[in-house]
């Protein structure tokens, strides 16, 4: 893998994966989860980390999966890639959510499609002000593929995750916050160490 769409941290006994995708939203495609799935065992498997925060940039937490993979292989009638595709991020997201350590998904911005799937997988979720959720796949003919509808439902229930799978609506922190989507707002965080240690996942 030649390109780097993360960045790994240590900050005492917190461990840190920032998500950069160098284009616009941090979509997800093969390269990116190879390189997420690469980077989480050295930081859980790391027995003086305790805590476990994915983060994205200041703008998007990660739009959801790259598209342009989807219709590339439809278009070369590839099912096949796009079915070992999506096995590999549900091993991913899989391990996330089995990890022993305390998983904080610190989320700016969009968190939609497989970016909010992504932040489901954690024990916690903490999100800015400017923090917007999800799952609009609907929209493209198409359900969420990353556990969104096992994970969502034992999150809110499953009156709730139905609407938000049927609808696609777009929830805002507050709102993500009232039906129990998320854990905690916090409105002046500017680290992942802070984001974590307020909600006292250290």
């Given at each position: 893998m030649t390109a780097h769409f993360l960045t790994i941290e240590k900050l005492g006994s917190l461990g840190v994966l920032s998500l950069q995708r160098p284009e616009p939203g941090n979509p997800l495609n093969e390269e990116f989860l190879a390189q997420i799935g690469a980077a989480w065992p050295q930081v859980e498997e790391d027995s003086e980390v305790r805590s476990i925060c994915?983060?994205?940039?200041?703008?998007?937490?990660?739009?959801g999966a790259d598209i342009?993979?989807?219709?590339?292989?439809?278009?070369?009638n590839d099912m096949q890639r796009i079915l070992r595709f999506t096995r590999a991020a549900h091993e991913l997201l899989a391990h996330i959510e089995d990890s022993s350590k305390n998983v904080v998904a610190?989320?700016?911005?969009?968190?939609?499609?497989?970016g909010l799937e992504l932040a489901l997988a954690c024990d916690r979720i903490v999100a800015a002000p400017n923090a917007r959720f999800a799952l609009p796949e609907t929209g493209l003919g198409i359900y969420p593929g990353m556990?969104?509808?096992?994970?969502?439902?034992?999150?809110?229930?499953?009156?709730?995750a139905k609407w938000m799978i049927f609808s696609g609506?777009?929830?805002?922190?507050e709102q993500a916050l009232e039906i129990g989507l998320i854990d905690a707002i916090h409105p002046t965080a500017t680290s992942a160490l802070e984001a974590?240690?307020?909600?006292?996942?250290?």
């Open positions: 994915l983060a994205g940039t200041l703008d998007v937490f990660m739009l342009r993979f989807f219709v590339r292989c439809i278009l070369a610190w989320v700016r911005g969009a968190a939609y499609g497989a556990g969104g509808t096992q994970r969502t439902p034992r999150r809110i229930g499953v009156g709730l609506a777009i929830m805002t922190a974590v240690t307020a909600l006292g996942a250290r």
